[in-house]
């Protein structure tokens, strides 16, 4: 079955940087777009970036020029650089697939940034 494992996520002062990963298995992982999506306390869920099969990247207008998906298709992983951290950036942070158009969520990895 499609598992997505999130990971990396944690306590960093504004300014600082964290790199997230989310391991995906179950499907053939290369053949997928993949997504990180955010949720900040009392907020709706919302994309932050996604990258196509083939590499192709976009980003949510508030973490363009900070943010930096990528993957690495031998190890079934998607990754999410974050610099300049700030206060806003406060959430947990979601992986994202859709497979055979089935959305498939990991469980989340709670990234806070505060001074």
């Known amino acids: 079955q499609v598992q997505l494992v999130e990971s990396g996520g944690g306590f960093v002062q504004p300014g600082g940087s964290l790199r997230l990963s989310c391991a995906a298995s179950?499907?053939?992982?290369?053949?997928?777009?993949m997504s990180w999506y955010r949720q900040a306390p009392g907020k709706e869920r919302e994309l932050v970036a996604r990258?196509?099969?083939?590499?192709?990247?976009n980003y949510a207008d508030s973490v363009k020029g900070k943010f930096t998906i990528s993957r690495d298709n031998a190890k079934n992983t998607v990754y999410l650089q974050m610099n300049s951290l700030k206060p806003e950036d406060t959430a947990v942070y979601y992986c994202?697939?859709?497979?055979?158009?089935?959305?498939?969520w990991g469980q989340g990895t709670q990234v806070t940034v505060s001074s």
């Open positions: 990258i196509t099969a083939g590499g192709s990247t």
């Open positions: 179950g499907f053939t992982f290369s053949g997928y777009a």
């Open positions: 994202n697939g859709v497979v055979y158009t089935v959305p498939y």
